[in-house]
């Protein structure tokens, strides 16, 4: 059984009641399933209250091999906030909008840039879909 998760956008205490729900335990700090797996299909950050919680969550149970995570816009949108053109300036450009959109997880990073960079290096490391004979799973396309 796979259970698809998407959109968490730093909501870290709705998620873990929705695997609670699911049959998920805590253990050794992840969340597991004795015949269950997730697919976690992207958006981990902005918005919400809790968004390094989220990605502890998430990164933990990729970690054990309970889950797989995808990337979503938000997670393709920071590396893109984050990583500089060759010619100067970002690859996403530091407009008002974009600043908005991503101040959030920007503010809960607050003096934990190395957190951060990990993180934005994990990103890297996301695919953007997982597919076996039966589905395909994909943030957005």
Same mark, same amino acid.
Request: with cysteine; net charge negative; aromatic share 12%.
């Given at each position: =059984?796979?259970?698809?998760? &998407?959109? %968490?956008?730093?909501?870290?205490?709705? /998620?873990?009641? /929705?695997?609670?729900?699911?049959?998920?335990?805590?253990?050794?700090?992840?969340? #597991? *399933? #004795?015949?269950?797996?997730?697919?976690?299909?992207?958006?981990?950050?902005?918005? &919400?209250?809790?968004?390094?919680?989220?990605?502890?969550?998430?990164?933990? =149970?990729?970690?054990?091999?309970?889950? $797989?995570?995808? =990337? &979503?816009? *938000?997670? !393709?949108? #920071?590396?893109?906030?984050?990583?500089?053109?060759?010619? &100067?300036? *970002?690859?996403?450009?530091?407009?008002?909008?974009? %600043? $908005?959109?991503?101040?959030?997880?920007?503010?809960?990073?607050?003096?934990?840039?190395?957190? !951060?960079?990990? !993180?934005?290096?994990?990103?890297?490391?996301?695919?953007?879909? !997982?597919?076996?004979?039966?589905?395909? #799973?994909?943030?957005?396309?």
């Amino acid at each position: =059984m796979i259970d698809i998760i &998407g959109d %968490i956008h730093g909501h870290a205490n709705k /998620l873990e009641l /929705l695997l609670q729900k699911l049959g998920y335990e805590l253990k050794d700090g992840a969340f #597991a *399933h #004795a015949t269950r797996k997730v697919v976690f299909v992207g958006d981990y950050i902005d918005r &919400g209250p809790k968004i390094r919680e989220t990605l502890k969550i998430v990164n933990a =149970m990729v970690d054990i091999k309970n889950a $797989i995570a995808l =990337m &979503g816009n *938000h997670e !393709y949108n #920071a590396l893109c906030y984050h990583f500089q053109e060759t010619e &100067g300036g *970002h690859l996403r450009k530091h407009l008002i909008k974009n %600043i $908005i959109q991503h101040y959030e997880t920007l503010k809960q990073f607050q003096n934990k840039q190395n957190e !951060y960079e990990e !993180y934005v290096d994990w990103f890297k490391t996301l695919p953007l879909f !997982y597919e076996i004979e039966t589905f395909r #799973a994909v943030h957005a396309c």
